[in-house]
């Protein structure tokens, strides 16, 4: 079955830098797009990042475009999110997505706590 677990995700100051990573298993991670979603308190989840299968390209959400980098390796069935610069509006449980045969799976998401 899909699984997907995230981790990276802490307490860190503004300004500082994050990365965090989700351990995919159970589909053919290379054959998919895998993205990032956020949800913050009393907030809807929003759309973060996306990357295709091969890497080959990669979409941003317009609040987080030139801070953060999303990356995979499909060697060891990785996705990543790097994150730089951090606000405090980037606090929020960040959550690792992928579509396989039109259902949608996600991890159990991890904190990022951005705050002084």
């Known amino acids: 079955q899909v699984q997907l677990v995230e981790s990276g995700g802490g307490l860190v100051q503004p300004g500082g830098s994050l990365r965090l990573s989700c351990a995919a298993s159970?589909?053919?991670?290379?054959?998919?797009?895998m993205s990032w979603y956020r949800q913050a308190p009393g907030k809807e989840r929003e759309f973060v990042a996306r990357?295709?299968?091969?890497?080959?390209?990669?979409n941003y959400a317009d609040s987080v475009k030139g801070r953060f980098t999303i990356s995979r390796d499909n060697a060891k069935n990785a996705l990543y999110l790097q994150m730089n610069s951090l606000k405090t509006e980037d606090t929020a449980v960040y959550y690792c997505?992928?579509?396989?045969?039109?259902?949608?799976?996600w991890g159990q998401g991890t904190q990022v706590t951005v705050s002084s």
């Open positions: 159970g589909f053919t991670f290379s054959s998919f797009i």
């Open positions: 997505n992928v579509l396989v045969l039109v259902r949608n799976y």
């Open positions: 990357i295709a299968g091969t890497g080959a390209w990669t």
